[in-house]
């Protein structure tokens, strides 16, 4: 008797397994369809603005959550002054976007509300504050990330980090792959029962193809003799191996660059070993791992409040602090001596990017009397240190200096 109700309560448990397979394998097909649909559009994706040719440039922003508005508002100031003669002409236009807040994404259940992304495709650049990605247990809807919506949505295939450790001889280029891995389908997965889940890392030819002819481009145009891949392809042997493979073939094309590889696990353990680090210049890497590996550069530049990041596409682009909303700041008073300088680099090379690289050099400069040379107004985040406000007030006065 108990031997047949085990084989009735068995049979029934296949039949289960049956079915959530198949649920399994229909959705994971639509998935596979979606991105055959998107592959067609990489290839179709050759319209590339020339900002030279722009009558007008508008630079779209958004101020973010948390310390965002308190930095964004410093990163403006250094805007307006910078790019005076253009925004008086005209030439540029500095636009705020609305709608962008956590508040207004959860209340519409969109973490990319459909009437702000039209607003924020009439834009040709944009500046980006931190904002929230809701978590288990916080007070938001579990959307998904906003920022990853913003590079999918408007193709930002690459993300461009520089680190400077000048003590330590390093003067690199991440070129992180912003757009597949395992971020694509970061809220597609498949709860295939109680007991599985199924999460995915996606690679594509085409956009290790073009992430890796950005990183060959830059290595060529600003002298640079080496371009290192960062993976893990010794056990994801498919699409890291892929990845691998794209990159060399790319590199072909770039004889006077020499390649080589580096394990992730490794890079970030003895990114500062002279012997382990030698001769790396440009890094070009999947998503996930630009995402760690570059914070953990950030850290040894001198945390992630001095770093910034470029979003590139072939039409729009991005520049954004990479450091997160700062909600300890928030909650206990200390938002207005948030490190503004993160947002204010990111705003440099914006301006490189449009055309007027000689206003970020005078920017970078300024920074260097101010951040390391100099430092009059250091800020600490606490209220021991300069505030936001009044690091940017001695920051305008050094760039008035050197105009």
């Not at 805007?79 to 959860?106: K, Q, Y």
């Not at 889940?197 to 640079?224: C, L, Y």
């Not at 009059?376 to 505030?387: F, R």
């Amino acid at each position: 008797m108990d031997g047949n109700k085990r084989v009735i309560h068995g049979g029934k448990i296949m039949e289960k397994n049956v079915e959530n397979v198949k649920a399994a394998q229909e959705k994971f097909g639509e998935l596979i369809q979606s991105e055959f649909e998107r592959i067609e559009r990489m290839k179709a994706d050759n319209e590339v603005t020339d900002f030279d040719k722009l009558k007008k440039i508008v630079i779209g922003v958004l101020p973010g959550d948390g310390i965002g508005p308190i930095i964004m508002k410093q990163a403006l100031r250094v805007l307006n002054d910078l790019l005076a003669p253009e925004i008086a002409s005209s030439r540029i236009e500095i636009r705020e976007i609305e709608g962008m807040t956590i508040e207004n994404r959860a209340a519409k259940l969109q973490s990319l509300p459909d009437d702000v992304f039209e607003e924020i495709k009439k834009c040709n650049v944009l500046i980006k504050g931190p904002m929230v990605t809701p978590r288990a247990g916080e007070p938001w809807p579990n959307l998904v990330s906003a920022n990853s919506l913003l590079r999918r949505g408007l193709e930002l295939f690459a993300a461009v980090r520089p680190i400077k450790i000048p003590d330590k001889n390093i003067d690199w280029t991440f070129f992180r792959e912003n757009i597949e891995g395992e971020y694509i389908w970061g809220n597609k997965g498949i709860q295939v029962n109680d007991d599985l889940a199924v999460d995915f890392k996606v690679q594509t030819k085409q956009g290790s193809e073009r992430i890796a002819r950005a990183a060959f481009e830059f290595a060529r145009k600003n002298g640079k003799k080496n371009v290192t891949i960062v993976t893990k392809a010794n056990i994801v042997k498919l699409a890291d191996g892929n990845f691998i493979k794209a990159v060399r073939k790319v590199g072909e094309e770039y004889p006077e660059i020499e390649i080589q590889e580096r394990l992730v696990d490794a890079m970030c353990a003895k990114m500062l070993d002279p012997e382990f680090n030698k001769g790396i210049e440009v890094v070009v890497l999947p998503n996930l791992y630009g995402d760690i590996v570059t914070d953990v550069a950030a850290e040894h530049q001198g945390g992630l409040g001095t770093a910034s990041s470029s979003n590139l596409g072939n039409k729009y682009a991005m520049f954004e602090a990479i450091h997160g909303t700062a909600p300890f700041l928030i909650n206990h008073g200390r938002g207005d001596y948030a490190d503004p300088c993160s947002l204010i680099r990111a705003a440099g090379m914006l301006m490189a990017h449009i055309g007027y690289a000689d206003r970020k050099a005078v920017l970078d400069k300024a920074l260097d009397i101010c951040t390391i040379t100099e430092r009059k107004k250091v800020v600490t985040t606490d209220v021991d240190g300069a505030s936001a406000a009044e690091f940017t007030d001695y920051l305008l006065e050094t760039i008035d200096k050197i105009k």
